[in-house]
């Protein structure tokens, strides 16, 4: 049982940085139709600008405020420079596009920061939690928390605010959107923009675990993109269940099978969604009229 239970937190402190990497699959696929690859380059940003700025003696906070609008600033520049060119094209074109994208920015950071691995002191101690046998990291707590906040406030945003509206507007109909007199590229700017402070608030909270480095964007996006289709893509309450079962899955996998196969398990969902569940476990069915 202690066993079980230190799998099950080892799997949902991961997956909910999956989940915060697929909700900003989910959002930006809302607002634009484009599935961003370069997304979890958003998380390797996050991670490595505050372990520099840390480095070079910028406080903790202030470090965590300039890493996110890093991340911004690269989302909304991904948007305008390659994105919003291409409006129109097809979206194997889109894709394609993002995937340059993120070995771009790749290639870009292995230049600014270097190739090493790196980490953060945990925000807490590193003393771990003893619960039921389990040993619990407190930097478990604030990844958890994290993602808990940010599923609020996004939930808040949507559903409160004129321009979280306008953006569940777009998505709805981007064309009706317009009519009315909602700014469709603005709102797909916002989009990019939102979706990179996730991403980079994902690297802050879990780098302390994990490590980062230059390159650990590429997996990251998998496994998000294995469960926003889990979830079913586009929807956010998708993306939050879709990336905690794939942290799960991967966690268990690892512990009773074996740790080699461990970061297969995200393939192996992509492969079960798209053979047996293609709209995910909350999409919803389409129907096009032709």
């Not at 980490?119 to 939690?129: K, Q």
């Not at 047996?276 to 096009?288: D, H, I, M, T, Y």
């Amino acid at each position: 049982m202690p066993e079980l239970l230190q799998f099950c937190v080892s799997g949902l402190t991961v997956g909910a940085v999956y989940a915060l990497v697929a909700l900003g699959f989910t959002i930006i696929y809302n607002a634009s139709d484009v599935v961003n690859f370069a997304q979890g380059e958003f998380v390797m940003i996050g991670g490595m600008t505050t372990v520099f700025a840390t480095a070079a003696g910028v406080p903790l906070p202030l470090a965590v405020i300039g890493a996110i609008l890093v991340a911004m600033m690269v989302g909304l520049l991904l948007h305008r420079l390659a994105i919003e060119p291409a409006r129109g094209a097809s979206p194997v074109t889109l894709i394609i596009i993002t995937i340059g994208a993120s070995i771009f920015l790749r290639g870009l950071a292995q230049v600014v920061f270097d190739k090493q691995f790196h980490s953060l002191p945990a925000f807490s101690g590193d003393t771990p939690i003893r619960f039921g046998g389990a040993a619990i990291l407190p930097q478990s707590f604030w990844v958890l928390g994290g993602a808990a906040v940010i599923v609020v406030l996004l939930w808040a945003f949507f559903n409160r605010t004129l321009i979280g509206k306008a953006v569940l507007a777009t998505a709805a109909n981007r064309l009706a959107a317009r009519l009315v007199g909602i700014n469709t590229s603005f709102v797909m700017g916002l989009s990019f923009v939102m979706s990179a402070a996730i991403g980079a608030i994902a690297g802050i909270l879990v780098t302390p675990i994990t490590l980062t480095s230059y390159d650990v964007g590429m997996l990251l996006a998998l496994k998000g993109f294995a469960a926003a289709m889990l979830g079913g893509m586009g929807n956010p309450l998708g993306a939050v269940v879709g990336g905690l079962a794939v942290g799960l899955l991967e966690a268990l996998g690892a512990g009773y099978i074996s740790s080699t196969y461990k970061d297969a398990i995200a393939f192996i969902v992509i492969l079960v969604v798209l053979f047996a569940l293609p709209g995910g476990l909350f999409g919803k069915a389409s129907v096009e009229r032709v």
